[in-house]
């Protein structure tokens, strides 16, 4: 039966009267213990509630939702019940929501997923719970969100896409998030202390999609300048977003102060000494103002104030001493150290400073300098190399367990799932482990969502995942109910893509179709793998067995998005054994070869962009419309979308570009894939083949100019699908049968 709203809260509301009544009585007993009186949650399940009826408004008057308190011992949920009233307890907003989750993937058997949904196979009347079920958090720190999230994600998303964000990470038990959005301001207030004018600050900080790099102190500048209607904007949509996480029961992670300043900042007052930090990747960095100056601790709390003013306070903030080769010049690092932490603590006392896991960050010089008790690590490595030893590495300070699966926002499908399931566990019980944690850290969110639902589900469980079984039982609820042909496509995928191993890389590899042309690259990204990380075959075998799910299954949001991203693989892998073909017919001289391999490159690109236009979330339109929306008038429209475009292509300018950042973001996507992958490709190759007929050398292409042209682009782009992904994935198996 249905249950409704009102009802449900009365219902809640005398069960807390009774709850509190009773409370009261065995209080005033004389001999009655105070540790028999039921502990306060101190929270209400109304924020969990209002997200139930955002993702479920079918089936959310369902479930009857009951906060405890969290003991000492950490969160915990609990599920039990029957059919039509199912009965969640969890000791936060967030935590109730996890239990909530856990009943619907392991007992109703539909998936949420990051993208992707099967909830319309839900029946009208929510099924029993198998079984009572009681979790309890194997640790306690649930991280969520790389510092770059913000400019790969999507720096022009609104309140509508972070709700949505947030709903699904407390769904899936992240308790902890970092949110960069209206960081900006805080620096803007703070800055203008000192004697910098407004427009000097606007022109300082970067566009909205480039600000990441910036609070990591790699560069400043490109993308703006900003208008003051747009920091404002961004405040508070960061000031909303810090609200909603406090409201369910996560710790928003905000940016802490390390010393970052304009330049000329040593005349601004007495006792400003900085050093200055050369380059990155072709951009000048940021000036580092000396952490021992009289002026730094003025510089924090000037930043500290405007911030908590602009956007609220919080216990955890997120910052890396001198990232990706930064340099300390004279100062001494534990100086510097101890003098940001002081900094840290004089304005939110007790609070914890999280550190990157990343290269040689965090330098141990920095960790031994401070109270180790008020740090994190969130480690981005953890399963890309083979024989890490944190706690001696880290000299004990406490961390997380964390990846990047994906790298610049890739569409590649993939992640090293084995290494997680084997990996976490043994080191969370090794003896003496300082495994605190876990850190969901690719640099785009909302691209994979298996690898989001099964590493944030290495929390709630106290023992190896069974990877093949973890798998099997995925396939079953990813469409609302099991079936043989969508087993076996994710036996596959399990095979291929998801048991990548560690050693050099934690991210798949990119497909070559949007890589700068040339017939000797061997990634899109400069950074990227270079080799196919696994037998292409799996996906091919994978598409074939989704073409192949009962009819019924294929109505689900999940289903369509998966069979859409699945093709897009198989056809991604093919482009490297494709270009190894067109280079030894060129290199042979054989212009019939080269002309046959160069129609098969154009038709697949061409496939790929009409695959792709089926599915919204493969859209380059909505990317580019949702940075336009934040500029008022036509010149900032313009300069926003510029932004916009630019991270995806050239990243930044002629400098950076060629330093190897050009196509760090690439991704598979209708839209860019036939107005700027196609087209350069068929530049490339036109002048390939004019060689091979003419016998002189292909006249060379400036390709930074090329890609820069197309930044400056104003036109529109679709936002809506079109066509049916099961017509065009059927394209694509047929397109590849018979390939390497």
Known sequence: MTFLRSRAAARVTRAVAALAACAAALTALPDAPAARAAPS???????????????????????????VARPASGDWFAVSGGAGRVHVRGTSPAVLLSGVNWYLKHSAGVELGWPGSSAAALPAVLPAPKEPVRRAASVPHRFA????????????RDWAAFERQIDLLALNGVNEVFVQMGAEAAYHSALREFGYSR?????????????????????????????????????????????????????????????TVPPGFAGRGPGARVVPQGNWIGFARPDWLDPRSPAFPKVAAAFYRHQARLLGTSTMYKMDLLHEGGTAGDVPVPEAARAVMDALQTARPGATWVLLGWQRNPRTEVLDAVDKSRLLVVDSLSDRYDGLDRETAWHGVPYAFGTIPNFG????????????????????????????????????????PLAFALFTELAWRTGPIDQAAWFAGYAARRYGAPDPHAARAWEWLRRGPYSTR???????????????????????????????????????????ELLRVAPAL???DAYRYDLVDVARQALANRSRTLLPELRAAYEAGDAAAFRERAAEWRGHLALLDELLATDRRFLLGPWLEQARSWGRTDAERAALEFDARSILTTWGPRAGSEAGLHDYANREWSGLVADFYAPRWELYLDGLEESLATGRPAAPVDWFAWENAWNLKRDAHRLQPVGDPAVMATRVRDALAGTA
Do not use: C
């Open 199 to 259: 427009a000097e600050l606007r022109a300082w900080i970067p566009g909205p999609a480039h600000q990441p790099w910036w609070l990591m102190q790699n560069m400043s500048g490109f993308g703006g300048p900003l208008t003051e209607r747009l920091v404002a904007k961004r405040a508070a949509l960061g000031r909303r977003i810090v609200a909603r996480l406090r409201l369910l029961g996560m710790t928003p992670v905000l940016p802490g102060y390390i010393g």
């Open 502 to 544: 560690p050693g050099r890389w934690s991210e798949p590899h990119d497909g070559l179709f949007a890589a700068r042309p040339s017939l000797t690259v061997r990634s899109a990204a400069s950074w990227s793998p270079k080799e196919l990380r696994y037998d292409p075959a799996t996906v091919r075998q994978a598409l074939a």
């Open 145 to 156: 969100l790389n510092d770059t999230d913000d400019g790969y994600s999507g720096a022009y």
């Open 554 to 556: 294929r109505r689900t």
């Open 409 to 448: 926002g890739h569409t590649a499908l993939g992640a090293n799932t084995a290494v997680w399931t084997r990996r976490f566990d043994a080191w969370r019980t090794e003896p003496g482990s300082m495994l605190r944690g876990i850190a969901y850290l690719p640099e785009a969110t909302g691209r994979d």
């Open 41 to 67: 949650p101190g929270f209400s399940a109304g924020p969990a509630r209002a997200a139930l009826w955002r993702l479920l408004p079918r089936h959310a008057a369902q479930f009857a939702l009951e906060p």
